[in-house]
């Protein structure tokens, strides 16, 4: 029996998201948020979503979390991922490789991302 595997991991307080690769190469993401303050104020909201492929999702994760992308934690990045969020993450720094300024922490925050990716899962 083929079973789908992990490709991608990520959380941020109060959420977080898992994407799977089926056998087939299609992915699938499994994902909530919310819960961290009133549930009337932060209601907790899970989803899941179809993608044909990696860079699809990739595109809808950073659209969908703007400039924030970052700042989620990465807790698993598949080898097969790593050309396409490294070409993200250039594309915050100018060429001295200090980030650009959206946010003072990004460069601890891409650290992790770096760090992520040097693990060779």
Known sequence: MNKA???FEAGVDGGGE?????PDGTF???GSSGGMLDIEEDPIVSWKEEYPDFQNYWDNFVRKNDNFWPCFFPLFIHPDAFPVIQKA???FFDGENEAIEVRSDFNYHFDNWIRAMDRKH
Not at 18 to 22: E, F
């Open 28 to 30: 699938f993401t499994s």
């Open 5 to 7: 595997e992990l490709f």
């Open 18 to 22: 898992a994407l799977y690769r089926r």
């Open 89 to 91: 993450i250039d594309g």
